[in-house]
T-cell receptor, first 113, second 113 residues
Framework: DAMVIQNPRYQVTQFGKPVTLSCSQTLNHNVMYWYQQKSSQAPKLLFH???????NEADTPDNFQSRRPNTSFCFLDIRSPGLGDAAMYLC????????????FGPGTRLTVT | AQKVTQAQTEISVVEKEDVTLDCVYETRDTTYYLFWYKQPPSGELVFLIR??????QNEISGRYSWNFQKSTSSFNFTITASQVVDSAVYFC??????????FGTGTRLLVSP
């Protein structure tokens, strides 16, 4: 019954070593989001896809990239992880942007050593 | 600019007590949407409720109730007869029109037996 699935749940990577986080959904939603959440903070939107249209937040570092090969899957690529990128990464989906509720996955906790 | 304030950082109650989580928002738009999400220790944000700016009706869902007052720009959340399973971080969030979701800083609720 899982609707938004994130793999892996825990990821350890080395400083500077590229890493990819994955998200899939069974809701057939048009929009997929990636959020970064650091300890005791609110989620921070990195970017989102509306169908194939990519929308980057102005303050998202270039180190973060995303791909959405089809409706169901979306990937977060961190090209050269730094210690400051250690966080929980949350994927979410919604029917459309704006006033529609977002459905979140369980998150991937990234550790950078 | 949109802003959400959750002044209560952490609340501790004993099981069966009622508890109210405060949320105050700022917006210049007449059309906006308010949300509450629950984030249990497992990390996944769970959608609880959405309210649009034209609907000031209060809502009750089981032990949960929400009080939306445009006059005070507040959207407070009350849990009646709290249970240990209610322990989580609760986020209030706002979106204006088609813009991104803006979260408050969250309130951590600890319910002890």
């Amino acid at each position: 019954d899982a609707m938004v699935i994130q793999n892996p749940r825990y990821q350890v990577t080395q400083f500077g070593k590229p890493v990819t986080l994955s998200c899939s959904q069974t809701l057939n939603h048009n929009v997929m989001y990636w959020y970064q959440q650091k300890s005791s903070q609110a989620p921070k939107l990195l970017f989102h896809y509306y169908d194939k249209d990519f929308n980057n937040e102005a303050d998202t570092p270039d180190n973060f990239q995303s791909r959405r090969p089809n409706t169901s899957f979306c990937f977060l690529d961190i090209r050269s992880p730094g210690l400051g990128d250690a966080a929980m990464y949350l994927c979410a989906t919604s029917t459309a942007t704006g006033g529609y509720e977002q459905y979140f996955g369980p998150g991937t906790r990234l550790t950078v050593t | 600019a949109q802003k959400v304030t959750q002044a209560q950082t952490e609340i501790s109650v004993v099981e069966k007590e009622d508890v109210t989580l405060d949320c105050v928002y700022e917006t210049r738009d007449t059309t906006y949407y308010l949300f509450w999400y629950k984030q249990p220790p497992s990390g996944e944000l769970v959608f609880l409720i959405r309210r649009n700016s034209f609907d000031e009706q209060n809502e009750i869902s089981g032990r949960y109730s929400w009080n939306f007052q445009k006059s005070t720009s507040s959207f407070n959340f009350t849990i009646t007869a709290s249970q240990v399973v209610d322990s989580a971080v609760y986020f209030c969030a706002l979106t204006e029109g088609d813009r991104k979701l803006v979260f408050g800083t969250g309130t951590r609720l600890l319910v002890s037996p």
